[in-house]
């Protein structure tokens, strides 16, 4: 076929096979405005909420049926044809804007690029990958090296944004039809006969785990019989979708500006996973904080292997009688981070030897000291090694003095080859050029390229500079209020404790603690020192204050299209706050992928709930 259409191009088809396999590489993807925008689903996540949803549905005078629908854990995608040839396909993006991913979804094999009526039609639908194509595509990744993929969704996503289709064509994806736009042009009445009208044109449905009830009662029946066959699927699945059948009833209930008031995605609990804990090992901070760390036997906790995470301290551990060798739980919290939430006691065969905080330093042997106020345990030596490396590590992180190409093990490296042993030493670290360009990996240029990052870090806005030193209780978003409430290192350096204390979000406990650090002889020495080396002490920041913004409280929850830490970054810019926990003084909580409890929490209080185009409309 290919050799015929080389030899007669005017009499390609546009439905050919030949347009299946790919091979069309991009320099990126163009955006495509949506003719209706593809909304997101409001979520649920426990019995209670959803016959809330039920009762408001109830309130408008509609008696529903509904449609249950698995909620397959893939990426949404717009199909359009035009006279039933396959024209275009488009991610969801932000729901008004996508991006074209047509040459991609083109080699999907279960995407028709010919239906059976010539009609000019949009359909929605989710792809995705198996979980038998994963398990196959990350054998091949790891005989050749390549890192693995996590799970179906990561790796769906991945593919579908390959500029190369070709290597889409080779991932496997498939997808699954599931809502029509338009019904109306077509004089469909019901969600059921629209799924039924896409599946009569060619395009799959996931038609044998769709099912159609009567009442709550049938929502709640559907949900737990689903749950329980969850892992037997041969895709991965995050919760059901309930969405009310009649199409007259939909258009009663409305939308909101961001899902429709007529559907809803209930959410299964956070997935925990159970191992073996085979040591407690215990680091040490830079501030001096041990901390007891669980070394597990690997397991997959939503598609990360893990191995290891923090016991927090000798309370956590002792409260839930954690022993090295019982099984325990884990899940992620808030859908990221690992943590123990579980003992199988009754699994204990063996006497376990209850757990034992240590009372000296595992790296220098200091007594470890234990405040009053507090539940973790200090090595007070400031002489300590392994304090003293962190220390640096974090001057030179992301987040602190951004000195780009100093990893953990650089760093610790140098300090043990003694070029660094303190801050004021990186930018000393040029009169040890001859003897880097031994070490194994570092080049001329590489080594060039570290003292250039050195030398512009000296450039930084002030407020990475007080995160960096390493000032007890002052985190990013603290040093961003002195720097921006300030102005220069010398107006802190001068400010009286009750007016540090005076600021917003200073409490006491931050106040004593920058008070404190600039009354100390060797803290002022430090800065002096820095000056010399003329490493900026000003702020630098924008002087924006949002009035929409200024003074807010946010929370942000679930997987967003930009990093949290420029999300984070953007609010305190603009005057407003960044909260981890969800409360009554919360004012906005930003919603983005598979939120966890927080957006559900939101949702109890009455709070807010933006997403991530609201707040970037907010900012303009």
Known sequence: ???????????????????????????KFEKVVHDKPMMSLSDVFNEDEIILFDSRIRKEGISPQYVCELKIDGLSVSLKYEKGIFKSAATRGDGVVGEDITNN???????????????????????????????KLNEERKENNEPLFKNCRNAAAGSIRQLDSSIAKKRNLEVFIYHLPNP???????????????EDLGFRTNKNNNLLVNSVDDVLKYIEDKGKIREELPYDIDGVVIKLNNLSDQAKMGNTIRYPKWATA???PPEISYTKLLDIKFTVGRTGQVTPNAILEPVLVMGSTISKTTLHNEDFVISKDIRI????????????????VTVLKERRKEVLMPFEMIKTCPICGSLLIKKDDESAYYCVNDNCDRKQIESLIHFASRDAMNISGFGDRIIEDFY?????????????????????????????????????????????SLERLLFGIGIRYVGKKTAK??????????????????????????????ASSV?????????????????????NMNYLGEEIDNELIKDKTFVITGTLSSPRDEIRNIIETNGGKVSGSVSKKTDFVIVGENPGSKYANALKLGIKILKEDELKNMLN
């Open 1 to 27: 076929l290919y050799k015929l259409e080389d030899k007669y191009p005017n009499l390609i088809r546009e439905d050919s096979p030949t347009k299946k396999i790919g091979g069309e590489v991009l320099d």
């Open 105 to 135: 979804v083109r080699t999907i094999n279960t995407v028709p690029l010919k239906i059976n009526r010539k009609i000019d039609i949009e359909v929605r639908g989710e792809i995705f990958m198996s979980k038998k194509t994963l398990e």
């Open 184 to 198: 109306e042009d077509y004089g469909i009445k019901t969600h059921l006969d629209a799924l039924k009208f896409m």
């Open 266 to 268: 209930y959410k299964f």
């Open 325 to 340: 060798g019982d099984i325990v739980g884990i899940k992620k919290a808030g859908d990221v981070i690992p943590e123990v």
């Open 416 to 460: 043990n080859f003694g070029y660094i042993k303190g801050i004021l030493d990186f930018y000393h670290l040029e009169k040890y050029k001859e003897e880097l360009k031994e070490l194994e990996g570092f080049g001329e240029k590489s080594i060039d390229n570290l003292l250039m990052e050195i030398e512009n870090s000296k450039n930084n």
């Open 481 to 510: 209020i002195l720097a921006r409430t300030y102005k220069n290192i010398d107006n802190i350096i001068n400010a009286t404790y009750d007016e540090l204390e005076g600021i917003s979000d200073i409490g006491e406990k931050i």
């Open 515 to 535: 008070y404190e650090y600039f009354h100390k002889e060797e803290n002022i020495n430090l800065i002096n020192y820095l000056k010399e080396l003329k490493v």
